[in-house]
């Protein structure tokens, strides 16, 4: 910077500014922007992201900086300093699947007790808002660059990074880059993210659907099991131990339905798997071979398990074909790293959540 910026000044700004701020995350929070890979023309992504991402540079344009529209995937706002060499600010408007179990609608934000209630407000349309308002704060008192600044506004963070892909090929890259998408104040740098799909042959299930989650990166709050030759009353014993399942005879078959508590992957304290649920009842299923498949670390009773090794969530169970011969598991292992508190294994005790927005 080559005009220093008091501490005391940018809070005051900060303060002032803040109920416009909240209202503009909510303008993004509004837009169901639930990243489809299979979308086309100006929206790869899906048309909620497509909308998400022009709102988001409209903002940007309304608040004083330049803005673009990369071919729908993604945007950069600039704020340009005197060397063309940029300090990159990585922020994303696409959201995770709202799953089921909300107290009020997620695409309708809400403020309660200072936090704002609604489906990416904490991940990551506020963080992006807030990356917008601190360079506006430091350009409206007066701050002048060294370096030019952009800020990122990807689309498909969630579902692959297929928005960074394409930015990394066409734009030239920040030398230095600064990512708000992890807990408060700092994590230092992620250990990795594994998603992995493992796929096995079934002989003779006796499962007639089976499935649960509905993405890669958030803990399912329903399951559901539909299984041949299994009376009722053979289930009902384990019923007493298996909070959040229900088993029903549905004509002649029986249907399990379980029930967790759905939250982002990265984050499962608090959160219960409802594929987790299903560990009573392997035996009656008759899915499992007698060894897993190969050298693989993941074996489905561990998937259920929150921390195996940084192993954050079991996502999803489905047949890849009907009737069901191969089961495939679709597992995700989370951001590891000493603030996200994800991985006891590998980073130390497990510490509870300190907030949620
Ligand atoms: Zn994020």
Same mark, same amino acid.
């Given at each position: 910077m080559s005009a220093a910026v008091s501490r005391q000044a940018a809070r005051a700004w900060a303060l002032e500014h803040r109920e416009e701020m909240v209202r503009d995350?909510?303008? %993004?929070?509004?837009?169901?922007?639930v990243a489809e890979p299979a979308g086309s023309g100006a929206a790869p992504f899906g048309p909620a992201c497509a909308e998400a991402l022009a709102e988001g540079l409209a903002l940007c344009r309304e608040h004083g900086f330049s803005a673009r529209n990369l071919a729908g995937r993604c945007g950069v706002a600039l704020w340009p300093g005197k060397r063309a060499e940029s300090l990159g600010i990585f922020s994303h408007l696409d959201v995770v699947p709202?799953?089921?179990?909300? *107290?009020?609608?997620?695409?309708?934000?809400?403020?309660?007790? !200072?936090?704002?209630?609604?489906? !990416? $407000?904490?991940?990551? /349309?506020?963080?992006?808002?807030?990356?917008?308002?601190?360079?506006?704060?430091? /350009?409206? +008192? !007066?701050? =002048?660059?060294?370096? $030019?600044?952009?800020?990122? +506004? !990807? &689309?498909?963070?969630?579902?692959?990074m297929a928005d960074l892909v394409y930015y990394t090929q066409h734009e030239p890259q920040p030398v230095f880059s600064l990512v708000p998408d992890v807990n408060f104040p700092v994590c230092c740098g992620? /250990?990795?993210?594994?998603? *992995?799909?493992?796929? &096995?042959r079934v002989e003779g299930s006796n499962l007639l659907g089976f499935g649960g989650g509905v993405a890669s990166n958030a803990v399912p709050d329903r399951a559901f099991a %539909? +299984?041949? =030759?299994?009376? +009722?009353?053979?289930?009902?014993?384990l019923l007493a131990g298996a909070p959040g399942v229900?088993?029903? *005879?549905? =004509?002649?078959?029986?249907?399990?339905?379980?029930?967790g508590i759905a939250g982002h992957?990265?984050?499962?304290? =608090?959160?219960?798997?409802?594929?987790?649920?299903?560990?009573?009842?392997?035996? /009656?299923?008759?899915l499992l071979p007698a060894r897993p498949p190969g050298p693989w670390p993941f074996w489905p009773p561990l998937l259920a398990t929150r921390t195996a090794r940084g192993l954050t969530s079991t996502s999803g169970m489905k047949f890849r074909a009907a009737p069901p011969t191969w089961a495939v598991w679709r597992g995700w292992t989370g951001v590891c790293s000493p603030r996200t508190s994800t991985c006891a294994t590998v980073c130390g005790p497990t510490r509870p959540r300190s907030s949620a927005a």
């Amino acid at each position: 910077m080559s005009a220093a910026v008091s501490r005391q000044a940018a809070r005051a700004w900060a303060l002032e500014h803040r109920e416009e701020m909240v209202r503009d995350v909510m303008r %993004l929070v509004r837009i169901p922007s639930v990243a489809e890979p299979a979308g086309s023309g100006a929206a790869p992504f899906g048309p909620a992201c497509a909308e998400a991402l022009a709102e988001g540079l409209a903002l940007c344009r309304e608040h004083g900086f330049s803005a673009r529209n990369l071919a729908g995937r993604c945007g950069v706002a600039l704020w340009p300093g005197k060397r063309a060499e940029s300090l990159g600010i990585f922020s994303h408007l696409d959201v995770v699947p709202a799953g089921e179990g909300w *107290a009020s609608p997620p695409f309708e934000p809400r403020v309660e007790n !200072g936090y704002i209630i609604g489906r !990416g $407000s904490g991940d990551n /349309k506020g963080p992006a808002v807030a990356a917008l308002y601190a360079l506006r704060c430091l /350009k409206e +008192l !007066g701050a =002048g660059l060294e370096h $030019s600044v952009q800020l990122y +506004l !990807g &689309c498909s963070e969630e579902t692959g990074m297929a928005d960074l892909v394409y930015y990394t090929q066409h734009e030239p890259q920040p030398v230095f880059s600064l990512v708000p998408d992890v807990n408060f104040p700092v994590c230092c740098g992620e /250990k990795g993210i594994l998603t *992995a799909d493992l796929t &096995c042959r079934v002989e003779g299930s006796n499962l007639l659907g089976f499935g649960g989650g509905v993405a890669s990166n958030a803990v399912p709050d329903r399951a559901f099991a %539909l +299984l041949a =030759g299994v009376p +009722l009353a053979e289930v009902e014993p384990l019923l007493a131990g298996a909070p959040g399942v229900e088993a029903a *005879a549905e =004509g002649g078959k029986l249907r399990l339905t379980a029930r967790g508590i759905a939250g982002h992957a990265a984050f499962p304290e =608090g959160t219960e798997s409802a594929i987790r649920s299903w560990r009573p009842f392997w035996p /009656k299923m008759r899915l499992l071979p007698a060894r897993p498949p190969g050298p693989w670390p993941f074996w489905p009773p561990l998937l259920a398990t929150r921390t195996a090794r940084g192993l954050t969530s079991t996502s999803g169970m489905k047949f890849r074909a009907a009737p069901p011969t191969w089961a495939v598991w679709r597992g995700w292992t989370g951001v590891c790293s000493p603030r996200t508190s994800t991985c006891a294994t590998v980073c130390g005790p497990t510490r509870p959540r300190s907030s949620a927005a």
